[in-house]
C-alpha cells in the first residue's frame, strides 16, 4: 500500500505522462495536412464518456468494477487530461459560432465545477473538524431547534427566576433571528469568525448591568450561542461539499448531449476532411 | 459547555434516509417525525405510533429518542392517543439535484434539436464566421456543403458509415474552376506523376539527414498521393475563422508532411537551385555577354537616323548613370511578377530595324514550280503541258523534290495531289537517302508528278481566277485541323493576306502570264480529257517589273511566288511561319517528331531564317508541332507552376539598378554561337526548348536568396516562392 504522497506522486506523474504523451502527438500531426482536430475530439468524447460513468459507477455498488476511491482517482485525472485534449482540439484558439461557444461553455462549467470541487473536497473536510461537533448534515436542524429551545428555556427562565426583562429582551432584539436557522453562511465558508464575535462582544457590553443570576443564565446563553455558530460552520461547510455537484453533474449530461450533437455536425460539415 | 449534540446509539439516533426522494416537511424545523412520508410524498405520520397488542392491552410504541412510551398510552381501541400534525412533504437534496440534472439535460436535447431542426439554425450551428470572399453565402451553408441538404438522420448515418464519403470540393470548384483537369489531386497533378517524382526525390535526398520528427510523421501519417477521391479542399482551407482568416496558409511542415526531401529551414537543407531561372532555353536569342561588351560601347556602328533607346544614349561613356540600367530594355509588368523586355521598337529597333526591312533577300516563298523530274517526265511519256524551265536555285531552295508547307497545305484540297502525295513523300525519302536514281522513274512515279505538276497549274488557275468562294474553301478543308483560336486566327490573316491583299492578285497573275502563257487552254483541254503534252520553255524576266521592297511579287526566273516583310512583327510572315510550323505535323506526324527532320522553315527560304527565326526560337510541342516563341518569357494569369517569383518587391527593397545583384553574367562562356550559326547555314532551328542555351547570365544560387530569406528577416515560408496548385 503506498502512502498518500507516493500515490499522489505516482497519479501526478501517469497524468504529465500522458498530457505529454498528447502534445506530442499533437505536434506531430500538426504537421501533416489531415487535421488533428477529428483525433483529438474523438479520444476528448471517449473520455468525456468514461468520466461520465463514474457517476453511474457510484450507482453499481454491487458490480466488481474497482473500488471508487480507485475510480475518483482517475476521474479526477482524467478530468485534469481533457483539458489538455480540449486545448488541442480547439487548437489553442476561442471557439467561434453559437452552438460551438455553448459547447465550450458547458465545458468549462464542468471542468471548472470539478475543479472547484475537488478543492472544496480536499479543504472542507479537514476544516470541519477544527471547529464544533462533526454532525451529520441531515441533523442539523433538528440540533439547531434543540439549542434554540435550551435558550428559549433559560430566556424563560430568567423571567420566573429575576423577573426582570433585560434577557428576554435583548433575546428577542438580538439572538432570535440568529437562532431560528443556520446563518453567516458566506462568513462561515471563508473562515470569518467576526459575526460570533460581534455577537458576543455585544452580550458582553450588556453584562455589567445584569445582577448575578442572570449573569449566569448569560453566561449559558453564550455556550449555546457557540455551539450554535459551530453548528452553522458545519452547515456551510457540509452544505457547500453537497451543492456543488448542481453544477458539476447536469451540466455534464448537457456537455454529452452537446457534444454528441458536435460530433455528427462535425463529420457531416467537414467537407472531406476527415 | 453543552452536552454533544449527537447521539450515536441505537435508541437516541434517527436512522437518516437522504437518498429517497422525499422527507418530512417539519425536517427544516428539526421536528420531522420519525415515520416519515410515503414514496409519492404522502405524510403518514397521523399518530406518533402504531401501539402493539400485548396479551389483552395495547401498549405505547413511541421510539425512545422521540419520548420513549407516552404517559397516556393507547386508546382503548388500540390507536395512539398522541396525534401528530400532518407536514406537507418535502424534495430531499439528493433529489432536487436529480430533478436539476433531468431539467438541464432536456434542456439541452431541445436546444440542439431547435437549433438543428428550425430553418434559422444555421446561424448557430454555423463554427464561425466566414471570409470576406465567402461572406455573401454565409446563411447559405448548401452552397458549399452537400450535407445541408440532408436529414440529420442521413449525418448520424454518415457518422456511422466507415466506407470513405465524397466530399464537398465539388461545390468549390463550380466557383474555383481554373485549377487545371486534376484539381483535386496533390498539386493538381497525376498521381502516378506525382509519385514518380516523390521517388527521384527521395532517391536524390540523403538518407538520415531529415529531421527526426518529419521521419516519424512519414511513417505515421497518411500518404497524400494514396488518396483516390483526391485531397479535400477542406483539409487546407479551413472556413468558419473569422473574416480576415488567411485561407491559403500552410505551416512549411505542412509542405513537409508529403515532400520526399526534408529539411528544418530554406537555408539549412532546402535543395541547391538547379539552373534557376534557366531551366529551359530563352525564348529569344539573346547574348547579353557580347551586348555589354562589345556593341553597346561603340554605338557609332549604329546607323545614321536611327533612334537609340533613349536609357541606352549614355551607355558607353557612363556620363548617365540611370542608362546603365537592365530597365532601359526590360520594365515590370502590371502584375510586378515579371521584367518583360519592352518591346522590339524600344530596346532592338536601333540596331536591328534597318536589318528587318533592308530587301537583299528574297521574300518568303508561297508557291514554287521547282520540278526537278519535268525533263523525266517526257521521258516516261507523262503530259503536263507547258513549263517554265527555271535557273537554278541556291540554298535552301535548292532541294528540287521539296514541297513549300503552304503550298502543301493549298494542294491539299486537290484531290488529284492527295492521290499522289503518298508516292510523292516515299520517292522524296528514297532520294534523300540515296536509294533512288534522280534520273530513273517508274511508270507510278511519272504519274505521281504528273499529277502534282497539274495541281499546281489548277491552283494557279484558280488563286488567279479570283474565285473568292472557291478559294476560301481551300482554306475550310484546314478547320478540322487546326482546331484551336490561334490557328484560326492564323487562318484568317493568311486568308484576308492572299484574297483581299491586291499585290497577291497581281503578282500571281503577272506570275502565271509568264510561267504559263496558255494555261486556261490547256485547264479547258485537261478537264476534256486532252492533256497537252510536255512542252518547255524560258522564261525570261518582265521588264517593267521589278522585286517589291514589301508585299507579294513574283521573282519569274525562280518559279517562285514570294512576300517581303513589311516590317518588324509583319502579320502575314508570322501566320505563314506559324503555319508552316504545324504543317509537318499534319503531313507525316513520325517525320515531325523526329528532332533530326529537316526544319520547313528553311523552304520557306532565307527571309525566315536571317531575319525572323534568328532572334525567335523554336520549341517543338508535344503534339509534334513547331511553335515560334514571338514573345520573350510571359506568364499567362491562367496558369500557375510549382515557382513563383515576383520582381516588383525585390526592386524596391535593392536598389533599383542594382539587378547585377542576382543577375550575374556569364563571361566565361561562348554563348549559344554555335547553335545560332547552325541555324543560319544549316536552315536547321533547335526545336528542343530545354537545351541549355541561356542568355549569357549564370544560373541564380540559392545563397543569393537566403542572404535575405531567413525566419528572422523577410520570412523563409514555402508559400513565399512556391505555388501549391499547378496547372495550365
Known amino acids: 500500500m503506498r502512502s498518500l504522497a507516493a500515490r499522489r506522486w505516482y497519479s501526478l506523474g501517469v497524468f504529465a505522462l500522458l498530457a505529454a504523451v498528447i502534445l506530442a502527438l499533437y505536434a506531430i500531426l500538426s504537421f501533416s495536412i489531415h487535421p488533428t482536430s477529428f483525433a483529438s475530439g474523438w479520444t476528448l468524447w471517449g473520455l468525456i464518456l468514461a468520466l461520465a460513468a463514474y457517476n453511474v459507477r457510484k450507482r453499481l455498488t454491487f458490480l466488481p468494477l474497482g473500488s471508487s476511491s480507485k475510480w475518483l482517482q482517475v476521474h479526477i485525472y482524467g478530468g485534469l487530461l481533457s483539458f489538455v485534449l480540449f486545448i488541442v482540439h480547439v487548437e489553442f484558439r476561442v471557439p467561434s459560432g453559437a452552438f460551438e461557444l455553448s459547447l465550450t461553455l458547458l465545458y468549462f462549467i464542468v471542468f471548472f465545477s470539478g475543479l472547484g470541487g475537488l478543492a472544496i473536497s480536499r479543504a472542507i473536510p479537514a476544516r470541519l473538524t477544527t471547529r464544533g461537533e462533526e454532525v451529520l448534515f441531515e441533523r442539523i436542524p433538528k440540533f439547531t431547534k434543540r439549542i434554540r429551545d435550551d435558550v428559549e428555556n433559560i430566556v424563560l427562565g430568567c423571567i420566573s427566576e429575576t423577573q426582570t ?11 432570535k433571528h440568529f437562532f431560528d436557522g443556520p446563518r453567516h453562511f458566506w462568513q462561515h465558508l471563508f473562515q470569518s469568525s467576526r459575526p460570533r464575535n460581534d455577537l458576543l462582544g455585544e452580550i458582553r457590553s450588556h453584562e455589567r448591568f445584569l445582577n448575578k ?44 448531449i452537446f457534444s454528441v450533437f458536435h460530433l455528427v455536425l462535425a463529420h457531416a460539415f467537414a467537407g472531406g476532411s476527415e | 459547555m453543552i452536552d454533544p449534540l449527537q447521539e450515536f446509539d441505537f435508541l437516541e439516533s434517527n436512522y437518516e434516509r437522504p437518498n429517497q426522494e422525499w422527507e418530512c416537511g417539519w425536517t427544516a424545523q428539526g421536528e420531522s417525525c420519525h415515520i416519515g412520508p410515503d414514496c409519492s410524498g404522502t405524510c403518514q405520520a397521523h399518530r406518533e405510533c402504531v401501539p402493539y397488542k400485548d396479551g389483552d392491552r395495547y401498549k405505547c410504541a413511541r421510539p425512545k429518542n422521540f419520548g420513549g412510551r407516552c404517559d397516556l398510552g393507547p386508546r382503548p381501541d388500540g390507536n395512539c392517543s398522541q396525534r401528530v400534525v400532518e407536514c406537507q412533504p418535502v424534495r430531499t437534496l439528493r433529489y432536487r439535484r436529480k430533478l436539476f440534472t433531468f431539467t438541464v439535460a432536456v434542456l439541452a436535447l431541445g436546444s440542439c434539436l431547435i437549433m438543428f431542426g428550425g430553418s434559422w439554425g444555421n446561424s448557430l450551428t454555423s463554427p464561425g464566421e466566414l471570409t470576406q470572399q465567402h461572406k455573401p453565402w454565409s446563411e447559405k451553408c448548401s452552397r458549399c456543403h452537400t450535407a445541408a441538404n440532408g436529414t440529420f438522420a442521413q449525418w448520424v448515418g454518415g457518422v456511422m458509415d466507415p466506407k470513405p ?34 521517388q527521384e526525390m527521395r532517391d536524390a535526398s540523403e538518407p538520415g539527414k531529415q529531421p527526426f520528427v518529419y521521419a516519424l510523421l512519414d511513417k505515421a501519417s497518411r500518404n497524400p498521393l494514396d488518396e483516390k477521391n483526391g ?15 488567411d485561407l491559403t496558409q500552410m505551416s512549411n511542415v505542412q509542405c513537409q508532411s508529403c515532400h520526399s526531401a526534408k529539411f528544418h529551414s530554406f537555408s539549412d537543407g532546402h535543395p541547391e537551385f538547379d539552373g534557376f531561372p534557366y531551366q529551359r532555353r530563352t525564348r529569344l536569342y539573346f547574348d547579353h555577354v557580347t551586348h555589354f561588351q562589345v556593341h553597346f560601347k561603340s554605338f557609332e556602328r549604329v546607323k545614321p537616323g536611327a533612334v537609340i533607346p533613349r536609357g541606352l544614349r549614355d551607355y558607353g561613356n557612363g556620363t548617365n548613370p540611370s542608362a546603365q540600367s537592365c530597365r532601359s530594355c526590360h520594365q515590370p509588368d502590371s502584375s510586378g511578377r515579371m521584367m518583360p523586355i519592352r518591346g522590339f521598337e524600344h530596346s532592338c529597333a536601333a540596331c536591328h530595324g534597318a536589318e528587318i526591312e533592308e530587301d537583299a533577300l528574297p521574300g518568303v516563298q508561297l508557291l514554287t514550280l521547282r520540278m526537278q523530274d519535268s525533263k523525266l517526265l517526257t521521258a516516261a511519256g507523262a503530259t503536263i503541258g507547258q513549263w517554265p524551265t527555271l535557273k537554278a536555285g541556291d540554298g535552301a531552295e535548292s532541294n528540287e523534290d521539296s514541297v513549300l508547307p503552304l503550298m ?36 507510278q512515279q511519272a ?15 484558280r488563286l488567279g481566277t479570283g474565285n473568292k468562294i472557291a478559294n476560301e474553301r481551300r482554306l475550310n478543308y484546314l478547320k478540322p485541323i487546326f482546331k484551336s483560336d490561334g490557328d484560326a486566327a492564323l487562318l484568317q490573316t493568311l486568308s484576308a493576306s492572299l484574297f483581299r491583299d491586291p499585290t497577291f492578285l497581281t503578282a500571281l497573275k503577272t506570275a502565271q502570264k509568264s510561267w504559263f502563257p496558255k494555261l486556261d487552254q490547256e485547264i479547258e483541254d485537261l478537264n476534256g480529257g486532252n492533256p497537252p503534252t510536255y512542252s518547255p520553255f524560258d522564261v525570261q524576266p518582265a521588264a517593267t517589273l521589278k522585286d517589291s521592297s514589301s508585299g507579294w511579287y513574283a521573282s519569274l526566273p525562280d518559279g517562285a511566288l514570294r512576300y517581303r516583310v513589311t516590317g518588324h512583327s509583319d502579320r502575314l510572315v508570322r501566320a505563314i511561319l506559324d503555319l508552316a510550323g504545324r504543317v509537318p505535323h499534319l503531313i507525316d506526324t513520325s517525320a515531325a517528331k523526329s528532332a533530326a527532320g529537316p526544319s520547313p522553315f528553311g523552304e520557306l527560304g532565307p527571309t525566315a531564317s ?42 524596391t527593397l535593392l536598389s533599383k539598378n542594382n539587378c547585377s545583384k542576382c543577375h550575374s553574367q556569364q563571361k566565361d562562356i561562348n554563348f549559344a554561337r554555335e547553335e545560332f550559326v547552325s541555324f543560319r547555314e544549316m536552315f536547321r532551328a533547335n526545336t528542343n526548348p530545354h537545351s541549355t542555351l541561356t542568355s549569357g547570365f549564370a544560373p541564380i544560387s540559392k545563397k543569393t536568396c537566403t542572404e535575405c530569406h531567413t525566419s528572422q528577416r523577410v520570412g523563409d515560408s514555402c508559400l513565399k516562392c512556391h505555388n501549391y496548385h499547378i496547372f495550365k
Open chain 1, 165 to 175: 426583562t433585560a434577557i428576554p429582551e435583548f433575546y428577542v432584539e438580538h439572538l
Open chain 1, 213 to 256: 443570576d442572570e449573569r449566569a443564565a448569560v453566561q449559558r446563553i453564550i455556550d449555546l450561542i457557540c455551539a450554535k455558530d459551530d453548528l452553522d460552520h458545519q452547515y456551510a461547510l457540509q452544505w457547500t461539499l453537497k451543492v456543488w455537484l448542481f453544477a458539476h453533474i447536469p451540466f455534464t449530461y448537457a456537455l454529452v
Open chain 2, 165 to 198: 464519403k465524397s466530399h464537398d470540393s465539388q461545390q468549390c470548384l463550380k466557383c474555383h474552376e481554373k485549377l487545371g483537369s486534376q484539381p483535386l489531386m496533390a498539386h493538381g497533378m497525376e498521381s502516378e506523376h506525382l509519385k514518380s517524382m516523390r
Open chain 2, 231 to 245: 485531397l479535400a479542399c477542406a483539409l487546407c482551407h479551413q472556413e468558419h475563422r473569422g473574416q480576415k482568416f
Open chain 2, 408 to 443: 502543301e497545305i493549298l494542294l491539299s484540297a486537290d484531290s488529284d495531289y492527295l492521290k499522289a502525295r503518298k508516292d510523292l513523300i516515299q520517292l522524296r525519302k528514297r532520294r534523300q537517302n540515296g536509294s533512288e536514281n534522280p534520273d530513273d522513274l517508274n511508270a
Open chain 2, 447 to 461: 504519274d505521281a508528278l504528273q499529277r502534282k505538276a497539274w495541281s499546281i497549274k489548277r491552283l494557279i488557275h
Open chain 2, 610 to 651: 536571317f531575319r525572323c527565326l534568328g532572334c525567335h526560337t523554336v520549341d517543338k510541342q508535344e503534339d509534334g508541332r513547331l511553335a515560334i516563341n514571338w514573345v520573350g518569357r510571359h506568364v499567362s494569369p491562367d496558369s500557375q507552376s510549382f515557382t513563383k517569383f515576383s520582381h516588383a518587391p525585390h526592386l
